[in-house]
């Protein structure tokens, strides 16, 4: 009998460090209110200079914290995205293929900073995502859609965004955020080969080390489902 998958929580960079930030900040700006009383006059500029300082590291600090603790939770059955925006889920089955984006400018190999998803169709996506998170995602992938125009992947009118509405394979018709969600992820998918794109600042760990992580758990995922179906 084999035994069961672990469960794996994955914490983003973009989480560490918020508490010693926070701390840095507030002790920055409670001695700089404290000097201020006996030397705001002579040291004026410094000051407010200072105190900017402490509230833009205060200010990093509190939206580091705010990140959800995990940015991905790993199961034998699905693998799941958290957001500060939503979150998203998938079954292993629905994905096709996980791999680093790579591509050739010329004869120099380009690695972008993501890892890329192929999935079996966009229907579970589509069905799950918030309009809140797609939204956010568009805006966030814009490096991809750009680079993507300028290696002639994608033509101008490909990188805009398109509400129009988005049509499944299951004829259901998706509108609003989430169909030019759909429609991003369609033009990065002519472009690039993949749909789902995870940023290297969303891993505790290198982007290969991640890639080799999430490649072992989709291989033993579907070893597991053939294993249970005999």
Known sequence: MTAPLPIINIKAQANHHAIFLLLVGFILLLLT????????QPFRLVLIFVLLVALVVIITGLAKYLQPQFSYHITPEKLKYQHIYGHWQLTWQQIQAINPIREVCGLTPI???????????????AQQISPRLANRLIHEQQPLLKFS??????????IQLNFTP????????????????LHHCDSLHSALGYHLYLPETSMDR??????????????????????STH
């Open 33 to 40: 209110l404290l000097v201020s009383q006996y030397y705001w």
């Open 111 to 125: 690695n972008l900073t993501y890892i890329g998803i192929r999935l079996v169709n966009l229907e579970t996506l």
């Open 149 to 158: 125009f300028v290696q002639k992947l994608l033509s101008l009118e490909q």
């Open 166 to 181: 988005f049509i499944l394979q299951s004829g259901l018709q998706i509108s609003g955020p989430i169909a030019a969600f």
């Open 206 to 227: 290198e982007l290969n080390d991640f890639h080799q992580l999430l490649k072992q758990c989709h291989n033993a995922s579907q070893y597991y489902n053939n294993e």
